[in-house]
């Protein structure tokens, strides 16, 4: 079911996880995890709950760092890198539990996200006027073509905090869109939706990818979602990766079967 | 004139960004600010400017400041008097030791001054949060005010221990010193205001502005989008001090013209704090309905209870102050956390609509 | 360059060559330090059992004292003084979970610490509304002889201190860790809504800490008002319980014992031997100085959890 358009185009390599294990004390959230993310892919990371998916995001997205292997980006191997360098170099995400700025409205939280794109210093900010300004409304009608792709003009001026959950998702996928990431993370991006706002979800995401060719890596529970959209699959269990491989290849893997329905109907 | 918005489209995004997008607004705000800057010095009584006016301006310059740190930003800072005093015992080691520089200048460089102070005291918030953060602050005002107290290098060697402030002019008009008049006094520190609340308005509306929000209504989010937290926060302590300096400035120059640290004690951090809180938090023009209730209230008890027939104690007036400021502050925060500003604003929301109900 | 040494060195050379009296200094800093942790137990209990930093506490130690001194003005025995204050301090704590806590259950933590810092506004103004405010003059009983142990003088008056301390945070220790509504509080502490719903009445909980909060800050009103005398500054000295925390962590009772502690000792020793080479009288802000330093090493505090930040 893997889609093959002919405007999509997978690439090199973008990002390579390579033996990465991490721990909380003595808890063991990662074990000697590895695997690749090709320019261009939607790439999925499933797992029974606790199998550590998140844990994966935030490494990849340097909020936490891993004790052991390495993470490359672009063929740099990436020592210990804080989150706003992730940002800066093209890795944006989104939250499981929505992480917006619940005091802003709509536009502000996605012009949040052009922030590391606007230059203009802090006396031309005083001033609000010339070149700030003009750099203001340009960053302004990218985040409007934003607002329009997501289908939220409505909501534009409504205080986050006041939205909907399925529309707060899809304001934080706004947010990180904004930025237009490289590399985009998106963390359970269906979670707790009902089918059509699910839908929706899923039209956004195969839409980024081929109109923007943006990467995806993404972590989901519903797995009928993740087969239909994605190209390739990890699967983690325990902190460890028990398959690898497109999505067909995956769902027919013994190991898989297991972790998800129990030895009983191996 | 009815207050509507009907009929005006916006057609540029320049125009959806203006501070006020509706036209009855800026038509107010100019009537305001005519009525402010000419018919009210033309008209007011000198006691009016100067125990009302004045304080009124000086205290919305200091709300504004912490409503940048505190309403925008969100860290919570109790040390708005050590920052307040330091902008006034700069600003007269600086009128002082060079009495040709212009007033202006100095009163902007010593909100420099206390702009470096308040970076120094805010490196901690990279570690720590909220009410930690709070009593951090509490070490700036203590240790200030001692300060202040106890070097006399900084009070020139004056046995008192009290500045005063030095007559000086703007324009050939005496702002400063006795030959100041009030109206001068107003004039020139309307001006002051009116400039800081529009950068501080310029500030808060831009990228900067957000990344404050960003940072007070959720750090970790902010950081993951590029955000450097610490740059952020410390740019936050930066102009919020600067503000408070020079509103420390102009209470020891303009207002009332002679001061001593303990004037900035612990309980003034406290009244600029209740201002934000009733005025509005993250709202520049609740920095000034906050100002004007606090300065207002006094007054208001002062006459009242007397007018009526049963004139209070000054000690009872104080407790009064003391139990209404603390009533409030918890009132404000139950029912409704934006303060006056978005009681202001819900009025207009209605007006916009009436006489209809919807 | 001398003045610099002078400075460093100096005080430590007086030290070393009277020992006596630097063992008094330290003496006498412990005893106060007693005083500032009896403040700070006060806070810790509210912050555990309710996670709300209350600002109040400062206020709550005058408001009792001030209750004491005045039923004893009155003319009511000590025994009827201390009832009337307790039921003051009870009834209060029930007001403020009706009034105040209850509509802002669920609201950021910040939130409530500016609320608590209304409290504290409006019960310093209420309380000396109602007793006045001039300083009164409280003497239960306790001696306040010099005796000499071992060369070094004591106040009597400090011993007892030390020692109602003692026992005041025994019974404490016992109460969190041994009876039935210690168990719900601490409960509370963890999770407001699973201790909800597996049926402890968070109301209930929050009304006994508040109570027992105010308990602990009549004994102190009472130490600290019999010291200093019973005066508005009393709940700015309680203000000194802050620093405390943060060097014992907000979430420990022995934390709030030893921090008082050092604050206490290094606060004493610090005026008596540097302060006079600056100008003297920084006990105003050594303490939350020391706290700032400390903040910056380890932020959780001595005894404080760590807090592991999730995404």
Same mark, same amino acid.
């Not at chain 1, 093959?4 to 294990?21: C, E, F, H, N």
């Not at chain 3, 001030?66 to 007001?95: E, H, K, N, Q």
């Given at each position: 079911?893997?889609r093959a358009t002919a405007s999509r185009q997978i690439g090199d390599?973008l990002l390579?996880?390579?033996?990465?294990?991490?721990?909380?004390?003595?808890?063991?959230?990662?074990?000697?995890?590895?695997?690749?993310v090709r320019k261009g892919e939607i790439r999925?990371?499933?797992?029974?709950?606790?199998?550590?998916?998140?844990?994966?995001?935030?490494?990849?997205?340097?909020?936490?760092?891993?004790?052991?292997?390495?993470?490359?980006y672009k063929?740099?191997?990436?020592?210990?890198?804080?989150?706003?360098?992730?940002a800066?170099n093209g890795i944006a995400r989104t939250?499981?539990?929505?992480?917006?700025?619940?005091?802003?409205?709509?536009?502000?939280?996605i012009m949040?996200g052009r922030?590391l794109k606007?230059?203009?210093?802090?006396?031309?900010?005083?001033?609000?006027?010339?070149?700030?300004?003009?750099?203001?409304?340009e960053h302004?009608e990218v985040v409007e073509r934003v607002i329009d792709f997501l289908e939220i003009?409505?909501?534009?001026?409504?205080?986050?905090?006041?939205?909907?959950?399925?529309?707060?998702?899809r304001v934080e996928l706004g947010r990180a869109l904004a930025a237009e990431p490289e590399l985009l993370l998106l963390?359970?991006p269906?979670?707790?939706?009902?089918?059509?706002?699910?839908?929706d979800m899923c039209r956004f995401i195969l839409d980024v990818n081929e109109q923007f060719g943006t990467t995806i890596a993404l972590?989901?529970?519903?797995?009928?979602?993740?087969?239909?959209i994605s190209d390739?699959?990890?699967?983690?269990?325990?902190?460890?990766?028990?398959?690898?491989?497109?999505?067909?290849?995956?769902?027919?893997?013994?190991?898989?079967?297991?972790?998800?329905?129990?030895?009983?109907?191996? | 004139?009815?207050?509507?918005?009907?009929?005006?489209?916006?057609?540029?995004?320049?125009?959806?960004?203006?501070?006020?997008?509706?036209?009855?607004?800026?038509?107010?705000?100019?009537?305001?600010?005519?009525?402010?800057?000419?018919?009210?010095?033309?008209?007011?009584?000198?006691?009016?400017?100067?125990?009302?006016?004045?304080?009124?301006?000086?205290?919305?310059?200091?709300?504004?400041?912490?409503?940048?740190?505190?309403?925008?930003?969100?860290?919570?800072?109790?040390?708005?008097?050590?920052?307040?005093?330091?902008?006034?015992?700069?600003?007269?080691?600086?009128?002082?030791?060079?009495?040709?520089?212009?007033?202006?200048?100095?009163?902007?460089?010593?909100?420099?001054?206390?702009?470096?102070?308040?970076?120094?005291?805010?490196?901690?918030?990279?570690?720590?949060?909220?009410?930690?953060?709070?009593?951090?602050?509490?070490?700036?005002?203590?240790?200030?005010?001692?300060?202040?107290?106890?070097?006399?290098?900084?009070?020139?060697?004056?046995?008192?221990?009290?500045?005063?402030?030095?007559?000086?002019?703007?324009?050939?008009?005496?702002?400063?010193?006795?030959?100041?008049?009030?109206?001068?006094?107003?004039?020139?520190?309307?001006?002051?205001?009116?400039?800081?609340?529009?950068?501080?308005?310029?500030?808060?509306?831009?990228?900067?502005?957000?990344?404050?929000?960003?940072?007070?209504?959720?750090?970790?989010?902010?950081?993951?989008i590029g955000?450097?937290?610490?740059?952020?926060?410390?740019?936050?302590?930066?102009?919020?001090?600067?503000?408070?300096?020079?509103?420390?400035?102009?209470?020891?120059?303009?207002?009332?013209?002679?001061?001593?640290?303990?004037?900035?004690?612990?309980?003034?951090?406290?009244?600029?704090?209740?201002?934000?809180?009733?005025?509005?938090?993250?709202?520049?023009?609740?920095?000034?309905?906050?100002?004007?209730?606090?300065?207002?209230?006094?007054?208001?008890?002062?006459?009242?209870?007397?007018?009526?027939?049963?004139?209070?104690?000054?000690?009872?007036?104080?407790?009064?102050?003391?139990?209404?400021?603390?009533?409030?502050?918890?009132?404000?925060?139950?029912?409704?956390?934006?303060?006056?500003?978005?009681?202001?604003?819900?009025?207009?929301?209605?007006?916009?609509?009436?006489?209809?109900?919807? | 360059?001398?003045?610099?040494?002078?400075?460093?060195?100096?005080?430590?050379?007086?030290?070393?060559?009277?020992?006596?009296?630097?063992?008094?200094?330290?003496?006498?800093?412990?005893?106060?330090?007693?005083?500032?942790?009896?403040?700070?137990?006060?806070?810790?209990?509210?912050? *555990?059992?309710?996670?709300?930093?209350?600002?109040?506490?400062?206020?709550?130690?005058?408001?009792?004292?001030?209750?004491?001194?005045?039923?004893?003005?009155?003319?009511?025995?000590?025994?009827?003084?201390?009832?009337?204050?307790?039921?003051?301090?009870?009834?209060?704590?029930?007001?403020?979970?009706?009034?105040?806590?209850?509509?802002?259950?669920?609201?950021?933590?910040?939130?409530?610490?500016?609320?608590?810092?209304?409290?504290?506004?409006?019960?310093?103004?209420?309380?000396?509304?109602?007793?006045?405010?001039?300083? *009164?003059?409280?003497?239960?009983?306790?001696?306040?002889?010099?005796?000499?142990?071992?060369?070094?003088?004591?106040?009597?008056?400090?011993?007892?201190?030390?020692?109602?301390?003692?026992?005041?945070?025994?019974?404490?220790?016992?109460?969190?860790?041994?009876?039935?509504?210690?168990?719900?509080?601490?409960?509370?502490?963890?999770?407001?809504?699973?201790?909800?719903?597996?049926?402890?009445?968070?109301?209930?909980?929050?009304?006994?800490?508040?109570?027992?909060?105010?308990?602990?800050?009549?004994?102190?009103?009472?130490?600290?008002?019999?010291?200093?005398?019973?005066?508005?500054?009393?709940?700015?000295?309680?203000? *000194?319980?802050?620093?405390?925390?943060?060097?014992?962590?907000?979430?420990?009772?022995?934390?709030?014992?030893?921090?008082?502690?050092?604050?206490?000792?290094?606060? *004493?020793?610090?005026?008596?031997?540097?302060?006079?080479?600056?100008?003297?009288?920084?006990?105003?802000?050594?303490?939350?100085?020391?706290?700032?330093?400390?903040?910056?090493?380890?932020?959780?505090?001595?005894?404080?959890?760590?807090?592991?930040?999730?995404?």
């Amino acid at each position: 079911m893997t889609r093959a358009t002919a405007s999509r185009q997978i690439g090199d390599t973008l990002l390579k996880v390579d033996g990465v294990s991490l721990g909380f004390g003595g808890v063991k959230a990662l074990t000697d995890v590895s695997f690749d993310v090709r320019k261009g892919e939607i790439r999925a990371i499933i797992g029974p709950n606790g199998a550590g998916k998140s844990s994966m995001l935030n490494c990849i997205n340097g909020f936490y760092h891993p004790s052991h292997g390495s993470i490359s980006y672009k063929g740099i191997v990436r020592g210990a890198m804080r989150p706003h360098e992730a940002a800066k170099n093209g890795i944006a995400r989104t939250f499981q539990n929505i992480a917006l700025f619940k005091g802003m409205s709509t536009l502000d939280n996605i012009m949040t996200g052009r922030l590391l794109k606007m230059k203009r210093g802090f006396f031309w900010q005083c001033l609000h006027w010339g070149p700030a300004r003009a750099e203001e409304i340009e960053h302004r009608e990218v985040v409007e073509r934003v607002i329009d792709f997501l289908e939220i003009q409505a909501i534009r001026k409504t205080p986050v905090g006041r939205l909907p959950y399925g529309l707060q998702k899809r304001v934080e996928l706004g947010r990180a869109l904004a930025a237009e990431p490289e590399l985009l993370l998106l963390d359970e991006p269906m979670a707790g939706m009902n089918l059509e706002e699910k839908e929706d979800m899923c039209r956004f995401i195969l839409d980024v990818n081929e109109q923007f060719g943006t990467t995806i890596a993404l972590i989901e529970h519903d797995m009928g979602v993740v087969m239909d959209i994605s190209d390739r699959v990890v699967v983690l269990e325990y902190g460890r990766k028990i398959a690898d491989g497109t999505p067909d290849a995956v769902k027919s893997d013994p190991k898989v079967i297991e972790a998800y329905l129990g030895t009983g109907h191996a | 004139m009815i207050y509507r918005e009907a009929g005006q489209f916006k057609t540029s995004y320049a125009a959806d960004q203006a501070i006020f997008p509706i036209l009855q607004d800026r038509i107010a705000l100019a009537i305001l600010l005519a009525v402010a800057f000419v018919a009210v010095p033309l008209m007011a009584s000198d006691y009016f400017l100067s125990t009302i006016l004045i304080p009124f301006l000086v205290f919305a310059v200091a709300a504004i400041g912490l409503n940048i740190l505190t309403g925008y930003c969100g860290q919570l800072s109790l040390g708005t008097g050590g920052f307040m005093a330091c902008g006034a015992y700069a600003a007269y080691k600086l009128a002082t030791g060079f009495p040709e520089l212009n007033i202006v200048l100095v009163f902007l460089l010593s909100g420099g001054v206390t702009a470096l102070v308040g970076v120094a005291f805010g490196v901690p918030s990279l570690r720590i949060k909220g009410f930690y953060l709070a009593v951090a602050t509490l070490a700036a005002q203590f240790f200030l005010i001692w300060l202040f107290t106890k070097v006399p290098w900084f009070v020139n060697y004056s046995a008192s221990g009290v500045i005063s402030a030095p007559p000086r002019a703007v324009f050939g008009w005496f702002v400063t010193g006795i030959e100041a008049t009030p109206q001068a006094k107003y004039v020139f520190c309307l001006g002051f205001v009116a400039v800081l609340a529009l950068v501080a308005k310029n500030l808060v509306r831009g990228r900067i502005g957000r990344a404050w929000m960003a940072i007070r209504d959720m750090d970790i989010a902010a950081e993951i989008i590029g955000i450097r937290p610490l740059h952020t926060k410390l740019l936050a302590f930066a102009v919020s001090s600067f503000y408070c300096g020079v509103a420390g400035a102009l209470w020891a120059f303009i207002y009332t013209s002679s001061v001593e640290a303990l004037a900035f004690d612990i309980n003034r951090s406290f009244q600029i704090l209740f201002m934000i809180i009733i005025g509005g938090l993250g709202s520049i023009l609740g920095s000034f309905l906050g100002a004007a209730f606090i300065v207002m209230l006094p007054i208001f008890l002062n006459s009242v209870p007397t007018a009526m027939g049963v004139p209070l104690s000054t000690s009872m007036i104080a407790h009064m102050e003391f139990m209404i400021f603390g009533g409030l502050i918890v009132f404000f925060l139950i029912v409704e956390p934006h303060g006056l500003a978005r009681l202001w604003q819900i009025g207009k929301e209605k007006l916009r609509l009436w006489p209809f109900p919807h | 360059m001398d003045l610099v040494l002078d400075f460093l060195f100096g005080p430590l050379k007086e030290i070393w060559e009277f020992p006596t009296f630097f063992v008094e200094v330290v003496v006498g800093g412990v005893l106060s330090g007693v005083m500032y942790s009896l403040v700070a137990l006060g806070f810790v209990l509210i912050f *555990k059992a309710s996670g709300v930093f209350n600002f109040a506490q400062g206020a709550m130690v005058l408001c009792a004292a001030l209750t004491f001194v005045g039923f004893m003005d009155l003319g009511a025995p000590v025994w009827l003084a201390l009832i009337g204050a307790l039921a003051t301090m009870i009834a209060l704590a029930m007001a403020i979970e009706r009034v105040v806590l209850r509509p802002l259950v669920n609201q950021a933590p910040i939130i409530l610490f500016m609320a608590t810092i209304g409290i504290s506004y409006f019960i310093d103004g209420f309380f000396q509304a109602v007793w006045g405010e001039d300083v *009164k003059r409280l003497d239960i009983g306790i001696p306040k002889d010099p005796i000499e142990i071992a060369g070094v003088l004591i106040n009597t008056f400090d011993i007892v201190a030390a020692v109602v301390a003692g026992a005041l945070v025994a019974t404490l220790a016992f109460f969190f860790q041994s009876t039935r509504i210690g168990r719900a509080l601490r409960a509370v502490a963890d999770d407001h809504q699973a201790a909800q719903s597996v049926g402890i009445p968070l109301q209930t909980i929050w009304v006994i800490v508040w109570s027992v909060a105010g308990i602990v800050a009549l004994v102190a009103g009472i130490m600290w008002g019999s010291k200093l005398g019973v005066q508005f500054s009393l709940a700015f000295v309680a203000l *000194k319980a802050l620093p405390v925390l943060i060097l014992g962590g907000f979430t420990s009772i022995p934390g709030a014992i030893i921090g008082g502690l050092i604050i206490g000792v290094g606060e *004493k020793v610090a005026e008596v031997f540097w302060a006079g080479r600056i100008g003297g009288g920084i006990e105003d802000w050594f303490a939350y100085i020391l706290a700032l330093f400390f903040l910056m090493f380890r932020p959780q505090g001595l005894f404080g959890e760590r807090i592991i930040e999730r995404v």
